[in-house]
């Protein structure tokens, strides 16, 4: 029962480095979301997705693109890395996205440093 | 209570103990409401949720009490235990574009005193 998974787990970019954080669920979940968290802040959204093919801008969305070419992934590309997006990315998964039924299901997060 | 910034706030109580994290809301139109626990190293687990057309639910320990006159959310633990500590988050569901995005608060540490 893996839930979401993301890879990798921790990585080091120097800046302006490229890299692309992987994001599965095997839920059969319709929305997925990409988090940042900072030291002592709540999670941030990024970007998040409704279903497969489609994405939306969240609250922190610059700097980051998405892609959901298939239901169960989501990823979260940085094309050229800045040290101000080191941080601890988490992604998550739900049904749907109303008022009746919101719970997220959280991957374990990747720790990205950025130097 | 909840706060946005760099220092966590932090809640101390004797195991035991019931505990009270609070936390203040923005959004008057918002009309769900989540709380999150995250242990260290790990991802936020969903603990309990509430709608805006009720003002307490209890689950196993745990009652979330809403009080939408002063935006006002408050998670109660009861009988405290060493698996409590965690970083416990409110979340509120504001509507965005006719989708809804969870906002979060930036989280209170709840350290369990042998």
């Known amino acids: 029962n893996a839930g979401v998974t993301q890879t990798p787990k921790f990585r080091v970019l120097k800046t302006g480095q490229s890299m692309t954080l992987l994001c599965a669920q095997d839920m059969n979940h319709e929305y997925m979301y990409w988090y940042r968290q900072d030291p002592g802040m709540g999670l941030r959204l990024i970007h998040y997705s409704v279903g497969e093919g489609t994405t939306a801008k969240g609250e922190v969305p610059d700097g980051y693109n998405v892609s959901r070419l298939k239901k169960q992934n989501f990823l979260l590309g940085l094309e050229s890395a800045a040290p101000s997006q080191t941080s601890v990315y988490f992604c998550?998964?739900?049904?749907?996205?109303?008022?009746?039924?919101?719970?997220?299901?959280f991957g374990q997060g990747t720790r990205l440093t950025v130097v | 209570g909840e706060s946005v910034g760099l220092h966590l706030p932090t809640l101390s109580v004797q195991e035991g103990d019931n505990s009270i994290i609070n936390c203040a809301y923005s959004n008057s139109a918002s009309d769900y409401f989540i709380w999150y626990k995250q242990e260290s190293g790990k991802g936020p687990q969903f603990i309990i949720d509430?709608?805006?057309n009720m003002d307490k639910r209890q689950g196993q320990r745990v009652t979330v009490l809403l009080n939408k006159t002063v935006k006002h959310l408050s998670l109660q633990i009861a009988a405290t235990q060493p698996g409590d500590s965690a970083v416990y988050f409110c979340?509120?569901?504001?509507?965005?574009?006719?989708?809804?995005?969870?906002?979060w608060g930036a989280g209170t540490k709840l350290i369990i005193k042998p």
């Open positions: 509430i709608r805006s």
């Open positions: 998550a998964s739900s049904y749907v996205f109303d008022s009746l039924n919101t719970e997220a299901f």
């Open positions: 979340a509120e569901n504001a509507r965005s574009d006719s989708n809804y995005q969870l906002i």
